[in-house]
């Protein structure tokens, strides 16, 4: 049997929505004005190391995936993560 390597993108992107929508649990008029960019899409592509990931509105709520290639974002982003710490 062959064992599949490690996929640590998908814990990370979870973990990732998790401590965001915690901020925003903190400030609930954040989040309550979040409902109006419901729908929009942040894209976000890291480069080194290659990484590429997508926060969208739900409601009240982010959620963090993978990029979704068949539609633009409302907003990209390309920067390298020094730039963006």
Not at 36 to 43: K, Q
Not at 58 to 83: C, K
């Amino acid at each position: 049997m062959t064992e599949l390597p490690f996929n640590w993108k998908r814990p990370a992107g979870r973990a990732l929505e998790v401590a965001l929508n915690r901020a925003l649990a903190l400030d609930p008029d954040t989040r309550a004005a979040l409902a109006t960019l419901d729908g929009r899409r942040v894209s976000l592509q890291l480069a080194p190391p290659p990484l590429a990931l997508e926060i969208r509105v739900e409601g009240t709520a982010l959620r963090v995936g993978p990029p979704q290639a068949a539609q633009a974002p409302d907003l990209g982003v390309r920067a390298t993560l020094g730039a963006l710490l």
